[in-house]
Antibody, heavy 116, light 109 residues
Framework: QVQLQESGPGLVKPSETLSLTCAVS?????????WGWIRQPPGKGLEWIGSIYHSGSTYYNPSLKSRVTISVDTSKNQFSLKLSSVTAADTAVYYC?????????WGQGTLVTVSS | EIVLTQSPGTLSLSPGERATLSCRASQSVSSSYLAWYQQKPGQAPRLLIY???SRATGIPDRFSGSGSGTDFTLTISRLEPEDFAVYYC??????????FGQGTKVEIK
């Protein structure tokens, strides 16, 4: 059974960098699929942030591209998100997921609040 | 960029009734690239339907998907109490990129 688990600080100050990690179990990241991040502001809908292919190629939402970096550590079977220059608008639940044409496995999500 | 528009925003129905949710794309979408998700409060979304009409593993057969081109539909034949939730459609686009509709809330009438 594929499982994903997000981890990282729940509180980030404005203008700083949000950093999250997604640990994957039950499947080797290097075996295939895209691995990505999706966020959901409180009471709102889902927004794809970006994805990384198992080969290391990255793809980002154009609206966030200038601030996003996604990387993968195959030795630890995990991938990471960095979002720079955060503001209150970046407050959201952040999910990691396995993607192909669809998102078939999701982490439970982690709330990140941007506040001083 | 393809935009997905879901309607209605909220659907108020009683248990046992039929729910019909719409997802309209701004450009034609391959049926293979259209999926539906269910999200309950405090939970991650769960994949229901992929390829526009194929049920994901463990999804009851009261859930069905249909459509092609720019118009897709999720139907819940008889609402169970656990089906009251928010539903999202999603498409996979070339680039690659993944986009979601804004969601339809199915609430108890």
């Amino acid at each position: 059974q594929v499982q994903l688990q997000e981890s990282g600080p729940g509180l980030v100050k404005p203008s700083e960098t949000l950093s999250l990690t997604c640990a994957v179990s039950g499947y080797s990241i290097s075996s295939g699929y895209y691995w990505g991040w999706i966020r959901q502001p409180p009471g709102k809908g889902l927004e794809w942030i970006g994805s990384i292919y198992h080969s290391g190629s990255t793809y980002y939402n154009p609206s966030l591209k200038s601030r996003v970096t996604i990387s993968v550590d195959t030795s630890k079977n995990q991938f990471s998100l960095k979002l720079s220059s955060v503001t209150a608008a970046d407050t959201a639940v952040y999910y990691c997921a396995r993607l192909l044409l669809r998102l078939d496995y999701w982490g439970q999500g982690t709330l990140v609040t941007v506040s001083s | 960029e393809i935009v997905l528009t879901q309607s209605p925003g909220t659907l108020s129905l009683s248990p046992g009734e039929r729910a019909t949710l719409s997802c309209r794309a701004s450009q034609s979408v391959s049926s293979s690239y259209l999926a539906w998700y269910q999200q309950k409060p405090g939970q991650a979304p769960r994949l229901l339907i992929y390829g526009a009409s194929s049920r994901a593993t463990g999804i009851p057969d009261r859930f069905s998907g249909s459509g092609s081109g720019t118009d897709f539909t999720l139907t819940i034949s008889r609402l169970e109490p656990e089906d009251f939730a928010v539903y999202y459609c999603q498409q996979y686009g070339s680039s690659p990129a993944w986009t979601f509709g804004q969601g339809t809330k199915v609430e108890i009438k």
